[in-house]
RNA sequence: GACCCCGUAGCUCAGCUGGAUAGAGCACUCGCCUUCUAAGCGAGAUGUCGCCGGUUCAAGUCCGGCCGGGGUCGCCA
C-alpha cells in the first residue's frame, strides 16, 4: 500500500548515507528518532522531517547548517517507489532545523489513483504482522439485558477489533460469561421466585387450593433481579417443565434452574449484540473453565513460581467493612508485579473468587497463543487493572501484555434534559429501549447513529448522549454530517450518469482519468487529507484508540463539504463541468475516493454508509 | 489514606505517542444563500493548556509535587 511517508523516509535514509561515505557525517548514527511526519501548517509544504534536529546533537553541529547540509544531499532525487515513481520535490531548510518537502503534485494524483484502485480496502495496512491480538469486551453479566454503558463497551472494543484487523493484526473476538459466582445463584432464585408466581396462577393447578398461602409465602429472595424479562423466562421455564419444580427442595432445583436462567439471559443478551451489529468469534463460560481444571492449572503455575501463599492483609484503609475480621487465605503475590497488596484467590466458603477464574481465563488466553491482550472494561473496574495485568505478567513470565481499555459513564439527555434512569422506579433504559427508540427518530439506523456516537469520545471521556442531537440533522451532529457527505457524493454520481457513460464512471475507469487537471488547492488539500488515512489507521491501531477514526471522518467530510460549496460560488470548480468530460472525471475520480474512504473508515465502525438520505 | 481517570476558548471536546504561531464545533458579531441534493457558506473575536518545579534544541504532550472533579478500595462480579 502507497505509504507516502515511509516511502520518503527511505529516500531522506539514503541521502544520509551518502553523507556519511562523503565523511560529511559520522557513521554509526542513531536515526530511529527521525520522522517525516505531515506538517500541522499546510503552508509548510507535505512533509516535514526532524532529521536535522535530532541528529544535531549526535554529530555536534548546529541544527540549521545541518539542514542545509541534509537539504543539498536531497537536491534533484526522485521519489523511487510507490506510483509515483520518478516524481521530484523540494525541500527548504527552516527556522529551529525543520526541513519543509514540497512534493509535486503528480505525487498526490498517484495517491489518488491509488485509492481508487483499492477500493474500501485502501487504509489496509500490514504494520500487525499477522499477529495476534485477543480482544474481550462486553462480558456483562448474565443476569439480564445489556445497558448502555454495555453497549459503549460493545462499540469499542467491536471497532477496536476491526481497527487492529484493517492494520493486520489476526484479531480474535471474546466473551466471558461470569455465569458461576453468587450472581448467577441469586439470579436463579429470582426466576424461581417468578417461575411460583406463574405456577400459582394456574387455574387447574394442583396445588391450587395452598395458592393462597404459597402467595403468602413467597418471598424476594437476597439480591433479588425485579426485571420483567425474568417473568418472561419464568412461563418458558413452567412451559418447558411444568409444576415438576414447585414443591422441591431448593438443592433440587437450584442447578437447573440456573442452568436454564443462564441460557435465557444469554439469549437476551445476543439479541441484544445482534441488534448493534456485534459478532464474537467465542464465548467463554467461567463455570466451563472451573469444571475443566483451568483454574487448578492457572493456579499451579502461579504456586509452581513461588507466587502463592497464606497470608493475612491488612484491613482496607477508608471505610471499614462492617463484618471486617483478620483471617488467612490463599494470596497472589500481586505486589511483586506492581499491584498495591497481595489480592485473595479463595472466598471464605473455599470457592473461587472472582479473580482466580479470571487469573485461570487469561492464563487459557496464553496459552491458546495469545500474547497481545486487549480487554474492555466499564470504568468502575478501574481498580481491577493492576492485579490483572500482575497476574497476565506472572503466568506468561512477561511474553504477554495485557492492556485495559476503561470505557466511562453514558450520561442519556433527551433535548438537553437528563433521562434519569432507576431499576427501582422502572425506568431503567436498556440498550434496546435506545436503539428502538433511535430507529423511530433516525428511521431503521438506530444501531449505527449509536455506534458512531459511542466512537466521538475517548473510551475514558464521559460521553452525552442527546436523543435530539444525535438524530437532528445538521452539521453539529457527527453522524449526519459524515453520512451526509457520502450520500452526497453518492448524488454527485448519479447525476454524472447523465453525462458520462456507465463504463466511464467505474471506479478502474476514474483511476484513468487524466487526474493531472486537479491542481485547485482545495482539491488537493483534500486528496492529501485522503492519503493521510493508512497513517490515521496505524496510529489508531498502535495506540487502541478507534475514536481517531471518527475525528478523522469528520475532517474529511468538511473537506469534502466546503469543496462541493465552493462550487456554488465558483463555476468552475464544480464537480460536473460542462463541454470538458475529462475534468470532469477527474473530479469524479475526487469524488468518488472521498466515498471511498469514508465507507472505508464507516466500514471499521460497523456503520453501513448510505447513498440517500 | 491509597490507587486509577479527568482538568485545553464562555460551552462540548480534538490535539496524530515531544515539534514550528495550540485547533474544531456550538454560542457571539457582521455579511452571503433562486443553480451538481436542500438540511447552509464566508469573515471576525476568543486561551496563565489547573498550579509549581524538572528533563531537552523543543513540553498541552514525558517525570516529580501540589490543587480541584469523578471512580474504586478483603471473602461482589
Same mark, same amino acid.
Given at each position: 500500500m502507497a505509504n507516502i511517508f515511509g516511502d520518503f523516509r527511505r529516500v531522506l535514509l539514503s541521502a544520509l548515507d551518502d553523507l556519511v561515505a562523503e565523511d560529511a557525517?559520522?557513521?554509526?548514527?542513531?536515526?530511529?528518532?527521525?520522522?517525516?511526519?505531515?506538517?500541522?501548517?499546510?503552508?509548510?509544504?507535505?512533509?516535514?522531517?526532524?532529521?536535522?534536529?535530532?541528529?544535531?546533537?549526535?554529530?555536534?553541529?548546529?541544527?540549521?547548517?545541518?539542514?542545509?547540509?541534509?537539504?543539498?544531499?536531497?537536491?534533484?532525487?526522485?521519489?523511487?517507489?510507490?506510483?509515483?515513481?520518478?516524481?521530484?520535490?523540494?525541500?527548504?531548510?527552516?527556522?529551529?532545523?525543520?526541513?519543509?518537502?514540497?512534493?509535486?503534485?503528480?505525487?498526490?494524483?498517484?495517491?489518488?489513483?491509488?485509492?481508487?484502485?483499492?477500493?474500501?480496502?485502501?487504509?489496509?495496512?500490514?504494520?500487525?504482522?499477522?499477529?495476534?491480538?485477543?480482544?474481550?469486551?462486553?462480558?456483562?453479566?448474565?443476569?439480564?439485558?445489556?445497558?448502555?454503558?454495555?453497549?459503549?463497551?460493545?462499540?469499542?472494543?467491536?471497532?477496536?477489533?476491526?481497527?487492529?484487523?484493517?492494520?493486520?493484526?489476526?484479531?480474535?473476538?471474546?466473551?466471558?460469561?461470569?455465569?458461576? /459466582?453468587?450472581?448467577?445463584?441469586?439470579? =436463579? !432464585?429470582? +426466576?424461581?421466585? @417468578?417461575?411460583? *408466581?406463574?405456577?400459582?396462577?394456574? $387455574? #387447574?393447578?394442583?396445588?391450587?387450593?395452598?395458592?393462597?398461602?404459597?402467595?403468602?409465602?413467597?418471598?424476594?429472595?437476597?439480591?433479588?433481579?425485579? /426485571?420483567?424479562?425474568?417473568?418472561?423466562? =419464568? !412461563?418458558? +421455564?413452567?412451559? @418447558?417443565?411444568? *409444576?415438576?419444580?414447585?414443591?422441591? $427442595? #431448593?438443592?433440587?432445583?437450584?442447578?437447573?434452574?440456573?442452568?436454564?436462567?443462564?441460557?435465557?439471559?444469554?439469549?437476551?443478551?445476543?439479541?441484544?449484540?445482534?441488534?448493534?451489529?456485534?459478532?464474537?468469534?467465542?464465548?467463554?463460560?467461567?463455570?466451563?473453565?472451573?469444571?475443566?481444571?483451568?483454574?487448578?492449572?492457572?493456579?499451579?503455575?502461579?504456586?509452581?513460581?513461588?507466587?502463592?501463599?497464606?497470608?493475612?492483609?491488612?484491613?482496607?484503609?477508608?471505610?471499614?467493612?462492617?463484618?471486617?475480621?483478620?483471617?488467612?487465605?490463599?494470596?497472589?503475590?500481586?505486589?511483586?508485579?506492581?499491584?498495591?497488596?497481595?489480592?485473595?484467590?479463595?472466598?471464605?466458603?473455599?470457592?473461587?473468587?472472582y479473580f482466580a477464574g479470571d487469573i485461570a481465563y487469561h492464563h487459557d488466553k496464553f496459552r491458546r497463543g495469545f500474547r497481545n491482550l486487549i480487554d474492555v472494561w466499564g470504568a468502575d473496574h478501574g481498580g481491577y487493572v493492576k492485579r490483572m495485568q500482575a497476574a497476565v505478567k506472572a503466568l506468561s513470565d512477561g511474553e504477554a501484555a495485557l492492556d485495559v481499555k476503561l470505557c466511562q459513564l453514558v450520561h442519556l439527555f433527551d433535548k438537553g434534559e437528563p433521562v434519569r434512569m432507576s431499576k427501582r422506579a422502572g425506568t431503567f433504559v436498556t440498550l434496546r429501549d435506545v436503539i428502538d427508540q433511535l430507529d423511530e427518530l433516525a428511521g431503521e439506523h438506530g444501531k449505527d447513529v449509536f455506534r458512531f456516537i459511542m466512537l466521538t469520545r475517548k473510551n475514558d471521556q464521559t460521553l452525552e448522549f442527546d436523543f435530539a442531537k444525535v438524530t437532528e440533522q445538521s452539521k453539529d451532529n457527527p453522524v449526519f454530517y459524515v453520512q451526509y457527505a457520502h450520500a452526497r457524493a453518492a448524488s454527485v454520481m448519479r447525476h454524472a450518469a447523465e453525462m458520462l457513460s456507465r463504463d466511464q464512471l467505474s471506479d478502474a475507469a476514474l483511476a484513468e482519468a487524466p487526474l493531472g487537471r486537479l491542481g485547485d488547492p482545495l482539491e488537493l488539500a483534500l486528496i492529501r487529507l485522503l492519503a493521510s488515512w493508512p497513517r490515521i489507521v496505524e496510529g489508531a491501531a498502535e495506540a487502541h484508540e478507534p475514536h481517531r477514526i471518527a475525528f478523522f471522518l469528520q475532517d474529511v467530510a468538511a473537506q469534502f463539504h466546503l469543496l462541493w460549496t465552493k462550487g456554488k460560488d465558483e463555476a468552475t470548480l464544480r464537480f460536473l463541468v460542462g463541454g470538458d468530460p475529462e475534468l470532469t472525471r477527474a473530479r469524479l475520480a475526487l469524488v468518488r475516493a472521498v466515498a471511498l474512504v469514508i465507507a472505508s473508515g464507516l466500514r471499521v465502525f460497523g456503520v453501513d454508509p448510505v447513498d440517500e438520505m
Open positions: 557525517l559520522p557513521p554509526g548514527l542513531d536515526m530511529t528518532r527521525v520522522a517525516v511526519e505531515p506538517p500541522r501548517d499546510p503552508a509548510h509544504g507535505d512533509l516535514a522531517t526532524n532529521a536535522a534536529m535530532v541528529l544535531a546533537g549526535q554529530v555536534q553541529q548546529n541544527p540549521m547548517v545541518l539542514a542545509e547540509k541534509i537539504a543539498a544531499a536531497l537536491q534533484g532525487r526522485e521519489l523511487a517507489t510507490g506510483d509515483y515513481r520518478g516524481s521530484g520535490f523540494s525541500v527548504h531548510a527552516v527556522k529551529p532545523g525543520f526541513l519543509n518537502i514540497r512534493l509535486d503534485p503528480a505525487v498526490w494524483h498517484a495517491q489518488l489513483r491509488a485509492i481508487l484502485e483499492a477500493g474500501t480496502a485502501y487504509g489496509d495496512s500490514t504494520v500487525g504482522q499477522n499477529e495476534r491480538v485477543n480482544v474481550e469486551f462486553v462480558s456483562a453479566n448474565p443476569t439480564g439485558p445489556m445497558h448502555v454503558g454495555h453497549g459503549r463497551g460493545a462499540v469499542v472494543g467491536d471497532a477496536l477489533a476491526a481497527l487492529l484487523a484493517k492494520a493486520g493484526f489476526a484479531v480474535h473476538r471474546e466473551y466471558y460469561i461470569n455465569d458461576a /459466582g453468587a450472581q448467577v445463584d441469586a439470579l =436463579a !432464585r429470582s +426466576l424461581y421466585f @417468578r417461575y411460583q *408466581e406463574v405456577v400459582a396462577a394456574q $387455574p #387447574e393447578s394442583r396445588l391450587l387450593h395452598s395458592s393462597a398461602v404459597l402467595q403468602a409465602a413467597l418471598v424476594q429472595p437476597e439480591g433479588f433481579y425485579p /426485571g420483567e424479562y425474568l417473568k418472561d423466562a =419464568a !412461563r418458558k +421455564l413452567f412451559q @418447558r417443565d411444568g *409444576e415438576k419444580w414447585f414443591d422441591k $427442595p #431448593e438443592a433440587v432445583w437450584l442447578g437447573p434452574v440456573r442452568d436454564f436462567a443462564i441460557t435465557e439471559m444469554m439469549a437476551l443478551i445476543r439479541d441484544d449484540l445482534a441488534a448493534l451489529g456485534v459478532g464474537f468469534d467465542a464465548f467463554v463460560s467461567e463455570r466451563e473453565l472451573v469444571r475443566s481444571g483451568a483454574v487448578d492449572a492457572a493456579l499451579a503455575a502461579l504456586t509452581e513460581r513461588g507466587l502463592i501463599y497464606e497470608g493475612v492483609l491488612e484491613p482496607p484503609k477508608g471505610k471499614l467493612p462492617d463484618d471486617w475480621e483478620p483471617r488467612p487465605q490463599t494470596l497472589f503475590r500481586a505486589t511483586q508485579f506492581g499491584d498495591e497488596v497481595d489480592r485473595p484467590l479463595k472466598k471464605s466458603d473455599g470457592s473461587w473468587t
